[in-house]
């Protein structure tokens, strides 16, 4: 079934779609496309969400609903592992909207008889992710410049630690939540671990074979960075006993063959 989730008509034909579970991962899910237009990530992000557990609640359908949010609503200002009990202070239009939308799936999910369950996933990457993402972002542009014989590659900040996950194992997080997670609570997705970007710059550089050399670029610089951001997975790890189970640096081996292939 093909729905744009703004538009009421297709959401409610969608919502008369008999299941046993959803998981929301419809949204703007680039952080750089939000800032672009935050008008529109709001109303994709927090409105549509509304929309569709409203047209869910009219069918008296209660599936069982995951929603995907994630570890920006934190907003910056953390040293260490952030736990789900933090409060949430997004400084980013994508954090602000999937905060937005958090609001929406507990309230409207109990109201409309469904059992609503909140995910965190912290950034993540892996074979095929858009190019719009930065680790994916500069494998291209180092293997743009192994072609070329440059070395100076365009880069935003590089002085900031994210807790990347492998894309496969987030899914397997997703899947431990629809069986065990207790409805109205919230979990990260997350290692527990920072990496810093330079350090992944500079391996992903090795892998392709390329002795480049980072050039900030004004224009890829965000005007909000949060300096370190990393999850505190417990929470998830205890429920479900879920845990990451492919190592960075396998993660981005296989980003890497994929855009080769």
């Known amino acids: 079934v093909h729905a744009d989730l703004l538009d009421e008509q297709a959401l409610a034909r969608l919502a008369q779609v008999e299941c046993d579970a959803i998981v929301h991962l419809a949204a703007i899910a680039s952080g750089g496309d939000a800032r672009r237009d935050p008008e529109l990530a709001m109303r994709v992000n927090g409105q549509a969400t509304a929309m569709l557990l409203a047209a869910l609640g009219e069918t008296g359908h209660t599936p069982r609903f995951l929603f995907i949010s994630t570890g920006e609503v934190y907003g910056a200002g953390h040293?260490?592992?952030?736990?789900?009990?933090?409060?949430?202070?997004?400084?980013?239009?994508?954090?602000?909207?999937?905060?937005?939308?958090?609001?929406?799936?507990?309230?409207?999910?109990?109201?409309?008889?469904?059992?609503?369950?909140?995910?965190?996933?912290?950034?993540?990457?892996?074979?095929?992710?858009?190019?719009?993402?930065?680790?994916?972002?500069?494998?291209?542009?180092?293997?743009?410049?192994r072609q070329t014989g440059e070395r100076?590659?365009?880069?935003?900040?590089?002085?900031?630690?994210?807790d990347f996950l492998d894309v496969r194992d987030v899914v397997q997080g997703y899947l431990r939540l629809l069986d065990h997670g207790t409805p109205g609570e919230c979990y990260n997705v997350a290692t527990g671990r920072g990496q810093h970007l330079e350090a992944c710059f500079r391996t992903l550089a090795a892998i392709i074979g390329v002795d480049a050399v980072p050039v900030q670029?004004?224009?890829?610089?965000?005007?909000?960075?949060?300096?370190?951001?990393?999850?505190?997975?417990?929470?998830?790890?205890?429920?479900?006993?879920?845990c990451p189970t492919i190592a960075f640096s396998q993660t981005l081996q296989d980003l890497v063959d994929a855009q080769a292939d």
């Open 79 to 145: 040293d260490g592992p952030i736990p789900e009990a933090a409060r949430l202070a997004p400084v980013s239009p994508y954090g602000v909207s999937k905060s937005a939308a958090e609001s929406a799936v507990l309230d409207l999910g109990p109201a409309g008889g469904m059992d609503t369950i909140i995910a965190r996933p912290f950034p993540h990457t892996g074979p095929g992710q858009d190019t719009r993402f930065v680790l994916p972002a500069f494998a291209a542009r180092l293997r743009q410049a």
């Open 152 to 162: 100076q590659i365009a880069v935003g900040n590089l002085d900031v630690t994210r």
């Open 217 to 242: 670029d004004p224009a890829l610089m965000r005007p909000a960075d949060i300096r370190t951001l990393i999850g505190d997975p417990a929470k998830l790890n205890t429920a479900t006993g879920w």
